[in-house]
Nanobody, 122 residues
Framework: VQLQASGGGLVQAGGSLRLSCAAS????????MGWFRQAPGKEREFVAA????????YYVDSVKGRFTISRDNAKNTVSLQMNSLKPEDTAVYYC????????????????WGQGTLVTVSS
């Protein structure tokens, strides 16, 4: 599976962005999909995940109620809708694919996209 993340940019605090991750490969629908982020000088951290069917989701506490992960298996895409953005959400965001659930650590994912930068100004 090859992953290509997009949709990052500069937004003011309180604004919204929608990240997308396009996947290649016929087995996309078999994978748990996740989003991680890495802020400058910090370790990469889990943000959100969705099961292969889209039926279950999981979020880190800091984004609950603000971010929504979803997927479209017909289009081989997974999205992260980010609302009420805060300066602390500034990071490079990565999409990832894996075969475990719930997968909240990097070890649970086998494939990674290249990352897209989100900058939230105060």
């Amino acid at each position: 599976v090859q992953l290509q993340a997009s949709g990052g940019g500069l937004v003011q605090a309180g604004g919204s962005l929608r990240l997308s991750c396009a996947a290649s490969g016929r087995t996309f629908s078999s994978y748990t999909m996740g989003w991680f982020r890495q802020a400058p000088g910090k370790e990469r951290e889990f943000v959100a995940a969705v099961t292969w069917s889209g039926g279950r989701t999981y979020y880190v506490d800091s984004v609950k109620g603000r971010f929504t992960i979803s997927r479209d298996n017909a289009k081989n895409t997974v999205s992260l809708q980010m609302n009420s953005l805060k300066p602390e959400d500034t990071a490079v965001y990565y999409c990832a694919a894996g075969m475990t659930w719930p997968a909240t650590t990097q070890k649970g994912y086998d494939y990674w996209g290249q990352g897209t930068l989100v900058t939230v100004s105060s």
